[in-house]
């Protein structure tokens, strides 16, 4: 079981709809979960991180904690084409110090 | 305040070759973390150094070893080049302890092995 789990997709949505990301993890030691948007060729870039169950709003995208769950997930909202990336999920734990990536989700929105 | 520098950018080796990659680290940040990341894939966990000492490995071979010096900067060799090795490598630095916001990524370098 991998420690970080991602549907590839591709999650194809058109311009304007709601997108929704999912991730699980396994390491019920893990404390802080974090968004990563990459364009093809690019380094990583921080969308959003969350720790604390429940939802964290920042502009159009909307973070989601179930720790229970051990469910992550990222809701984009009005998706643009400049939104069509891999979305990397991510989770740390303070007990390894280690950020763990899952495989990344690539969205296309269409116009 | 300075981002992190990876070099080379770019660079082809031959299998069975050996390369050192470098990154600098951010100001104020005491830690380094390697990533590779195959075509398609997630970023996977290689290692990382704190205090110049490796601090956590993923599931790689002991050909991938490196290095921390004192100004925090790292190096990341790979002895015995395979095909598979080739990757974009990525490193990041960040402070130890908090909740792992602090990741900064560097622009990589595409490593391809012929």
């Known amino acids: 079981q991998k420690e970080v789990e991602q549907n590839s997709g591709p999650l194809s949505v058109p311009e304007g709809a709601i997108a929704s990301l999912n991730c699980t993890y396994s390491d019920r030691g893990s404390q802080s979960f974090f968004w990563y948007r990459q364009y093809s060729g690019k380094s990583p870039e921080l969308i959003m991180f969350i720790y604390s169950n429940g939802d964290k709003e920042d502009g159009r995208f909307t973070a989601q904690l179930n720790k229970a769950s051990q469910y992550v997930s990222l809701l984009i909202r009005d998706s643009q084409p400049s939104d069509s990336a891999t979305y990397l999920c991510a989770a740390y734990s303070s007990n390894t110090g280690k950020l763990i990536f899952g495989q990344g989700t690539t969205l296309q929105v269409k116009p | 305040e300075t981002g992190v520098t990876q070099s080379p950018t770019h660079l082809i080796k031959t299998r069975g070759q050996q390369v050192t990659l470098r990154c600098s680290s951010q100001s104020g940040h005491n830690t380094v973390s390697w990533y590779q990341q195959a075509l398609g894939q997630g970023p996977q966990f290689i290692f990382q150094?704190?205090?110049?000492?490796?601090?956590g490995r993923g599931n790689f071979p002991p050909r991938f070893s490196g290095l921390q010096f004192p100004n925090y900067s790292s190096e990341l060799n790979v002895n015995a080049l395979e095909l598979d090795d080739s990757a974009l490598y990525l490193c990041?630095?960040?402070?130890?302890?908090?909740?792992?916001?602090?990741?900064?990524f560097g622009s990589g370098t595409r490593l391809t092995v012929v």
């Open positions: 150094y704190y205090r110049e000492e490796e601090n």
């Open positions: 990041a630095s960040s402070q130890v302890g908090g909740r792992g916001y602090g990741y900064t």
